[in-house]
Nanobody, 117 residues
C-alpha cells in the first residue's frame, strides 16, 4: 500500500520558519518525483515545489527564495523548509507523487500551517 504521511505543520509567527516532512512507504521512493502542494481556505490547490529523482527542483514564484525542497532517499522522506513565512502561506500542505508502479497520483492527508502576523 502506497502511503504518504506529512508532519511538521503548526502555528507560527510571520517571519519564522517551519520544516515539513513527508514519509513515503510502499513505493520505490528514489525513482519518484515528489512535490508539495497547498490549499488555503476557499482557494484552489496550488503547486508549491517539486523535486525530481535526480534532485532537480522547481518552485512556485510565490515561495521562490523562501522555501527549499529536499529529499533523503535513505529515509524515504521529502522535506519542505519554509523560511520567512507570511500570513499568505497559511494553508493545508499536501505531499504528492505519481507512483510509477500504480500509474496514479498519490496524496498525503495534509498538514496545517497557520502563520499569524
Amino acid at each position: 500500500q502506497v502511503q504518504l504521511v506529512e508532519s511538521g505543520g503548526g502555528l507560527v509567527q510571520a517571519g519564522k520558519s517551519l520544516r515539513l516532512s513527508c514519509a513515503a512507504s510502499g513505493l520505490i521512493f528514489a525513482i519518484e518525483p515528489m512535490a508539495w502542494y497547498r490549499q488555503a481556505p476557499g482557494s484552489e490547490s496550488e503547486f508549491v515545489a517539486r523535486i525530481s529523482s535526480a534532485g532537480i527542483t522547481n518552485y512556485a514564484d510565490s515561495v521562490k527564495g523562501r522555501f527549499t525542497i529536499s529529499r533523503d532517499n535513505a529515509k524515504n522522506t521529502v522535506y519542505l523548509q519554509m523560511n520567512s513565512l507570511e500570513p499568505e502561506d497559511t494553508a493545508v500542505y499536501y505531499c504528492h507523487t505519481f507512483s510509477s508502479a500504480l500509474a496514479r497520483d498519490v496524496w498525503g492527508q495534509g498538514t496545517q500551517v497557520t502563520v499569524f502576523s
